[in-house]
Structure formats: structure tokens, C-alpha cells
């Protein structure tokens, strides 16, 4: 029993080894199948970057972010901010994070400024992040219309500012930095969809080429049969149309029997 264990493993060793051997690529050669279908894949370049400038432009609808910024900080005495307010301040940074975007805040913002969104949706559009090593947080609201960006951030902003001391029973966040209404859409990136759109074409056009390469199974050379076979072609027969050479020789052999019949014909009459 285990002699014949050990004959099936060698067996399916021996069976990885001649996949592995059949998976070999020449690379010098894909390489050069890849220069003689250089054109194809330059035209693959330029019309993966055109066609996803197309796309981004016309189809992709351009979005706007507008940045509200709160300091989460406040003085225990009317003076001066000492070390245990900072040191307040950090802590409640990542539970103001949460706390700003609960339905209380954001149903009273719907009600506000008379949106037709959900909760689950302007959710959606609205992403809270602390500054890093800071106590400032940035209200970021992304919408495709610029004024409503910036309506919604300084609502939430200023929502934040009244209830987050009901909620919390804590000193409030002060408005830093109010939004203001954003120039220019912060997505698409139409450079960077270009390029994605390029080099996405230009991969699936040498991915197709690399398995026609890998599957061709022609012989164009005494380095394909070496390669393929591992043994070397004692000669090569030059590309050619054999009746044509056939016609030539015919041809040629013609006019020399001609020749030496006019020169016998040439003698013959000398000597009579």
C-alpha cells in the first residue's frame, strides 16, 4: 500500500512539473509580438482616454463639497482655558464624531432648510472627521448643487452647536470656520479618468495579445520548433514560390540549350 502511495504522488508530481513546463512564456518573444502590434496598442491608449473623458463629461453628474470647521474646546472659568479643558476637548472629539450625525440633529437640518432628502440619505452626503493631534473637526457635505453644500454644512455645524450640550451635558463646540460656497467640483477628476480609461484599455488589449501569444500553437521559426519540441532543425527551407523558382530554372536551362545550338549552327556553317 504505501509503495503504490509514493508511485500515485510521483505520478502527480511529475504531472505539476509538465504543466508548469507548459506554462512557460517566452518573454523576449511576447515582447516582440507586443512591438509588431505596437500600433494596435497605442490606438487601444488613445481610445480608452477618449472614450472615458466622453463618459466622465457627459455622463458622470459633477459633485461640490462645501467644509464647516468647530473647535471642541471651552473654558471652565471666564479667563483662560487650562490643561484639563484641552485635555476635555480631545476626549470628546470622537464622540462629538458620532453624535453630530444622530437623527435628532439631522431631522431638525431637514426641517430647517426644507430638504426633500431622508436621514439615510443626507447621512450619505455629510462625512465628519477630527484633524489629526487637534480638537478641530471638519464638517464636510458633498452635494451636486454648491449652494446646498453650503447650507447643510453651516446648519449642521450650528445644530451641533446648540444640541450637542443638551445631549451631552458637555461645554458646546464653537463655529470656527464657516462653509462657504465651494467654486469648483471636487469629483469626477477628469485627468484621473483618463488615465484609468487608458491604461485600462491599454492592459485588456496586451492581456487579449498575451493569450493569443501563449495559445498559438504555429511554427514560424527554427527557435518556435527549438522551443517547443527541444531539438534543433538540421536545415531550413527558405520562403519561396516553388513554381516560379521551377518556371526560372526551366526558363533559364532553355536559352542555354539555345545557345549551344546556335554555336553548333555557327561552326558548321564556318566550316562548310
Known sequence: MEKKQMEQKQIKVLKVDDDQEEMEIDLFGLLNYFRSKLIIIIAAFVLGSVLAG????????????AKAKIYVVSASTDTMVNLTDLNLGTGLSADYEQVITIRPIFNQVI?????????????????IAVVKNTRIMTISVT??????????????????????????????????????????????????NIMIGALGATVLVLGIFTVIFVLQDTVNSADD????????????????????????????????????????????????
Open 111 to 127: 426641517k430647517d432648510l426644507d430638504l426633500d432628502y431622508t436621514y439615510e440619505e443626507l447621512v450619505k452626503m455629510v462625512e
Open 225 to 272: 520548433i527549438e522551443r517547443m519540441f527541444g531539438i534543433l532543425p538540421l536545415a531550413v527551407i527558405p520562403e519561396g514560390n516553388i513554381g516560379i523558382l521551377a518556371e526560372g530554372n526551366e526558363s533559364t536551362s532553355g536559352k542555354k540549350i539555345k545557345n549551344i545550338k546556335d554555336e553548333k549552327r555557327g561552326k558548321e556553317a564556318k566550316c562548310s
Open 143 to 192: 452635494s451636486n448643487d454648491p449652494n446646498e453644500a453650503e447650507q447643510i454644512a453651516n446648519d449642521i455645524a450650528k445644530q451641533a452647536e446648540i444640541q450637542i450640550p443638551k445631549l451631552m451635558d458637555t461645554p458646546k463646540p464653537h463655529i470656527i470656520e464657516p462653509a462657504i460656497v465651494p467654486m469648483f467640483k471636487s469629483s469626477p477628476s477628469y485627468s484621473k
Open 54 to 65: 466622453a463618459y466622465t463629461y457627459f455622463l458622470v453628474e459633477p459633485l461640490y463639497t
